[in-house]
């Protein structure tokens, strides 16, 4: 279960865990005002968890893998990517650009099947 996998709450994984998310909004594209009205959170908000003044909740990691279209468990494979290897932030940016250009690769050649 994810409670037991991931602890959002302790102080160096939420770190990680806010530039995960700052990462991840960056890599598509998006400012903080337009996650934000994906989010349906305040811009100020979402400004303090990307920075590390506000935790991460569990609900905001769900509504980013909503909007993201990604799994909890994709948004967590970073964060502990980069706690493992103790990737630099320019690091874990280039894994995660990787991987979203992969996931658009393979939904292209399934639409091209179709």
Do not use: H
Request: charged fraction near 35%; proline fraction near 1%.
């Amino acid at each position: 279960m994810l409670t037991k996998r991931y602890n959002y709450y302790s102080s160096e994984r939420e770190v990680i865990m806010n530039q995960v998310l700052k990462l991840l909004r960056i890599a598509n594209g998006w400012s903080v005002t337009e996650m934000a009205e994906k989010l349906n959170v305040s811009q100020s908000f979402l400004s303090k968890v990307e920075s590390g003044n506000k935790k991460p909740s569990r609900e905001l990691v769900q509504k980013y893998s909503e909007v993201l279209k990604m799994k909890v468990s994709a948004i967590e494979f970073f964060d502990e990517e980069r706690a493992e290897n103790n990737m630099d932030y320019q690091e874990l940016l280039l894994e995660i650009l990787k991987k979203i250009v992969k996931r658009k690769e393979r939904k292209n050649k399934e639409n091209d099947i179709i």
